[in-house]
């Protein structure tokens, strides 16, 4: 499994931003994906996830409201939609997948894991 994470950009506080997980070689449509985050010096942390399974995502209290998980099936991909961005939501982003039908937050929940893009809102 090889995840690509892109959309990345440097943006003002309130924008938008939609970050893009594929998967080269393969599909993400029986996989469970997550995203996660890392701004320097700070952990990973979870951000959110969807899983195979219609309907069932999760999302970190954080950006619950103001970002929104979802499929593109046509494309194959996972959208992770960013809106209200704060200077806070500046970090690395990473997707995650791993075939559990259950949306987790732990890191140690995914077995493969993408390169991450930058996302840095100034205000």
């Known amino acids: 499994v090889q995840l690509q994470a892109s959309g990345g950009g440097s943006v003002q506080a309130g924008d938008p931003l939609r970050l893009s997980c594929a998967h080269s070689?393969?599909?993400?449509?029986?996989?469970?994906v997550a995203w996660f985050r890392q701004a320097p010096g700070k952990e990973r942390e979870f951000v959110a996830a969807i899983s195979w399974k219609p309907g069932a995502t999760r999302y970190a209290d954080s950006v619950q409201g103001r970002f929104a998980i979802s499929r593109d099936d046509a494309k194959d991909t996972v959208l992770l939609q960013m809106d209200s961005l704060d200077p806070e939501d500046t970090a690395v982003y990473y997707c995650?997948?791993?075939?559990?039908?259950?949306?987790?937050?732990?890191?140690?929940?995914?077995?493969?894991w993408g390169s991450g893009t930058q996302v840095t809102v100034s205000s």
């Open positions: 995650a997948a791993d075939p559990s039908v259950t949306p987790k937050e732990e890191t140690g929940s995914y077995d493969y």
């Open positions: 070689g393969g599909t993400l449509s029986t996989l469970t």
